[in-house]
């Protein structure tokens, strides 16, 4: 390098205004927030589906409550809706789940929330998730 250029080359050296100090502030401010959506995303989405597989066992032990004596006499596959939305009642109870169940004589609907908390998120104002998931499931005989 000629002696000039490298003049230049020290004097804009020593005229250093930061600037790179303020773009690696921000990239590990972006950075930190990928990783937190990513991690409490990731979360969430483990939350829905744990939430979908209660539903779904639960609308399925409703959906078993069949009204035998209507299948004995006539022939005809029938949920008693009483005992199904008793029986898919008892199951999130049993596994600790807060949801909703409605039946008919034909189906079997099971809601269930599930709320968790955000770790990573939380330093940017997000404490908690909230997931709902809704499952069905009707009697079938074969």
Same mark, same amino acid.
């Given at each position: +390098?000629? #002696?000039?250029?490298?003049?230049a080359?020290? #004097?804009?050296l020593?005229?250093?205004r930061?600037s790179? %100090?303020?773009?690696?502030?921000? +990239?590990?401010?972006? /950075?930190m927030?990928?990783? =937190? &959506?990513?991690?409490? /995303?990731? =979360?969430?989405m483990? +939350? #829905?589906?744990?939430? #979908?597989?209660? =539903?779904?066992?639960? =609308?399925?032990?409703g959906?078993?409550r069949?009204? &035998?004596l209507? &299948?004995r006499t006539? /022939? !005809?596959?029938q949920?008693?809706?009483?005992?199904?939305e008793?029986a898919?009642t008892?199951?999130?109870?049993?596994?600790? $789940?807060t949801? %909703?169940?409605? $039946? %008919?004589? !034909?189906?079997v609907?099971?809601?269930?929330?599930k709320?968790g908390?955000t770790?990573?998120?939380?330093?940017?104002?997000? !404490?908690?998730v909230t997931?709902?998931?809704?499952?069905r $499931?009707e009697p079938?005989?074969s």
């Open positions: +390098m000629s #002696r000039p250029r490298l003049e080359v020290r #004097r804009q020593r005229e250093d930061g790179g %100090t303020g773009w690696a502030a921000g +990239m590990f401010l972006i /950075g927030l990928a990783a =937190a &959506l990513i991690i409490d /995303g990731g =979360a969430a483990t +939350m #829905r589906v744990d939430a #979908r597989h209660v =539903a779904q066992q639960a =609308a399925r032990a959906a078993d069949i009204d &035998l209507l &299948l006539a /022939g !005809t596959v949920l008693d809706p009483v005992l199904a008793a898919a008892e199951y999130l109870a049993q596994v600790g $789940a949801g %909703t169940v409605s $039946a %008919t004589t !034909t189906l609907t099971v809601t269930v929330t709320t908390s770790p990573l998120l939380a330093a940017i104002g997000i !404490t908690t997931v709902s998931t809704t499952e $499931a079938v005989t």
